[in-house]
């Protein structure tokens, strides 16, 4: 990957005259003001993407919130572009790899309008819980309404929340001052701080559906929680239930909102956001809009004063940072480590950051394992242990544990941050045991509960060269390379039991890329010995050629003998 930020970004910096900054988006004058004094700044709004890709040539930054499609034609068009600014959270309208490769920064504000995104999801949630937009529109039109708008309160009422991150955890603590639950799901949320906010974890959604009054869900859209709440999810919910989005669109199928909607599985919806901004009319999007159970608002969930000051001065002081030849403090795409340090430790940034998310997505899925509230332990072995500068070590494990349920971008600059404001803690340990039998430059990661230390997980793992191998699973001894889809089958270690499994995928035109059967460690062969525990346990490692689906992993979990079964993307 190109480097983007170097030390001495001035060489990067900009050569000719006045440096030129493009916002074709309406962001807050008070970031502009910092910039007017150094920068010719241009504000072009209502730009057709034609328009900007013949303005872009002439620029060295793009400001925008997230109307702009930042498309790789636009960065490719962008000949003098040194840094894209997100005015706020989400950065899916910018293309980030092509943006990468061109050597383009690109920042945003993470925390800039959690508050106003928070405030505006209880607004949604009073309003379907007293049909304002119906009050509102019928007054409007002449009428006098009452007895067709008898709401509910919300007081001792249920609310559900998919998703504790910073707006979740807000949206919790404003619903508990306005006395209801609060039951949430976030398989990586820290527990001492839902305990502390008076919020109860539960461990899936199909526990809370049936009981929540009202249903909020506040994840970035990644592939995991695409469509998270379908028909078979609605059917679920009481058909008093409302529920909320101020988050992003397609997290609720909206078609599946719809048909809920007209078939009555719930009561009402409250929507800041859609799969298409603004939603086609024929879509199902459009339907929502118009929908007479639907309180709608065209993605206002940041739209506040106090919020865009807050995002534009935050983007703004990154600008001005990055075109002088600085390090931004929020960048979406900066490198974990500088050039210099490049080659050295690249491989086991690489290593490491498999491990991390190995680790959520095994541990998580078989252990219940938690990231939020756990003691990490890395400890470094061989030449490793002699490294003085380990930070980009560090900032890889972050970056991996919280790959596969945010999209905060991890970089060396914000890694103690986002650990912070996940509740994960990691402790960092030289190993130095002299005649360690040990593979040159291996490196153990332990994970325990915070509290007492129990429910150890480790993972081993090493680089050869450019080669990554992982040593240690858990309780089982394996050398495999951490990449691509993998399935790991916990079974007991019996005859046969490869062929079922390879029937199994088969059948299915799964092609396997690799199998290893790893062995228990000699610690949990005794253990198991003294427990008189019938044949050994087993783990079948597989290496496959794609995704597979439930239908085949359900096929898999009912073969004979096996414990559990994991599909993970590395
Ligand atoms: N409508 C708006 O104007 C507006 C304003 C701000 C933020 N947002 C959006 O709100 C969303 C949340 O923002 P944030 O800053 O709170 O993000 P965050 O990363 O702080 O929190 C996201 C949380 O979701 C959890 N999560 C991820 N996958 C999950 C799953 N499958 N099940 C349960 N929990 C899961 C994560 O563990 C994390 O705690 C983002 O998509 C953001 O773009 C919208
Ligand atoms: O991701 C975000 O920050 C919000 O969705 C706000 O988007 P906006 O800047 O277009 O209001």
Known sequence: MTPIATSNGAARGVAEGRPRILIPEKVSPDGM???EPHFDVDVKLGMTPEELISQIPGYHGLIVRSETKVTEEVLLAGKKLRVVARAGVGVDNINVPAATSRGIIVVNSPSGNILAAAEHTIALLLATARHIGRADGSLKQGGWERSKLVGIEVGRKILGIVGLGKVGMNVARMAKGLGMQVIAVDPYANPDMARQAGVDLASNLKEILPVVDFLTIHTPLLATTLDLVGEEEFKLMK???????????????????VKALDEGWIAGAGIDVFTSEPPKPDSAAGQITKHPKVVATP????STVEAQENVSIDVCTQVLEILRGGL????VNAPIILPEEYRKLQPFVQLIEKMGRLYTQHFVRTKGGLVGGRNFELIYHGDLAGMSNTKPLYAALVKGLVASFSDSHVNIVNAALIAKEKGIKISETHSHQPGEQTYANLVTLRAAHAE?????????????GKRLYISKLDRFNATFTPEGTMIFLH???EPGKIGGVGMVLGSHGINIRFMQVASLDEDSKQAEADAMRKGN????ILGIDRLVDEEVMEGLRRSE???????VQL
């Open 452 to 464: 007492d230390g129990s429910g150890e997980q480790i993972i081993e793992g090493y680089a050869s």
């Open 561 to 567: 003998g096996v414990l559990d079964v994991v599909l």
């Open 537 to 540: 346990e087993a783990l079948m």
């Open 491 to 493: 079974n007991y270690d």
């Open 328 to 331: 931004p403090t929020s960048a």
């Open 33 to 35: 003001a910092m910039l």
């Open 299 to 302: 993605h206002l969930g940041a």
């Open 239 to 257: 058909k008093t239930a409302r529920v909320l989005n101020v988050a992003r669109g397609g997290v609720y199928n909206e078609a599946a909102l």
